[in-house]
């Protein structure tokens, strides 16, 4: 009964290839979020979807396409990927009435572009 | 805009001693603030969050944290560290109206027997 999942935990691609991380929640949550960790442990958000509906695009190559079929879900395809793309990639969800709302994190997917 | 400072990238205390993390924000208006802790290999899970109900906020095992709007600080303590409180804390910030969390750069804490 894990309420943020991704798949696969672990990644490992050479560069050039593309690539899709999948997360699902089953919190009933109505916006889910995308974000990425450095070697550093520096936490950035990528993008964030409000029952399907894209609200925050950070400034994020278009290399990364983020895709929300239903509220539940919201994948991650990672086009042409580069050396600078390896790092650990977080989903999140929240209800989002409210900026006070946590966010639940999801056990992240490691990605190492070799 | 918004942002959040934490000192010190490293703590290192020994076992029974006090647990102290420091954060400090910017911020245009008052803003919603949290502190989440990483265990290695795991995702992020909140500890306490400031609601602007009570500065003095009581978190999950044994954390607390006091928002002080004077000195835009919100640092997190805890009595007397227990091993199991190895792990890597991120203080995070949000506007009442904005959407974007955003996280301090954390502080990995390291408990000695």
């Known amino acids: 009964d894990t309420a943020v999942s991704q798949t696969p935990k672990y990644l490992v691609t050479q560069m050039g290839n593309d690539k899709s991380i999948k997360c699902e929640q089953n919190?009933?949550?109505?916006?889910m979020y995308w974000y990425k960790q450095d070697s550093k442990k520096f936490l950035k958000i990528m993008f964030s979807y409000n029952n399907k509906e894209l609200i925050i695009n950070e400034t994020v190559p278009n290399r990364f396409s983020p895709k929300s079929p239903d509220k539940a879900h919201l994948n991650l395809h990672i086009n042409s990927l580069e050396l600078g793309d390896s790092a650990v990639y977080f989903c999140a969800s929240s209800q989002e009435r409210d900026p006070r709302d946590t966010q639940y994190f999801g056990p992240g997917t490691r990605l190492t572009v070799l | 805009a918004q942002s959040v400072t934490q000192l010190g990238s490293h703590v290192s205390v020994s076992e029974g001693a006090l647990v102290l993390l420091r954060c400090n924000y910017s911020s245009s208006v008052p803003p919603y603030l949290f502190w989440y802790v990483q265990y290695p290999n795991q995702g992020l899970q909140l500890l306490l969050k400031?609601?602007?109900?009570?500065?003095l906020v009581k978190g999950i095992n044994g954390f607390e944290a006091e928002f002080k709007k004077s000195e835009t600080s919100f640092h997190l303590t805890k009595p007397s560290a227990h091993m199991s409180d190895a792990a890597e804390y991120f203080c995070a910030v949000r506007k009442a109206a904005g959407n974007k969390l955003t996280f301090g750069g954390g502080t990995r804490v390291l408990v000695k027997p």
């Open positions: 400031y609601t602007s109900a009570a500065t």
């Open positions: 919190l009933g949550h109505d916006t």
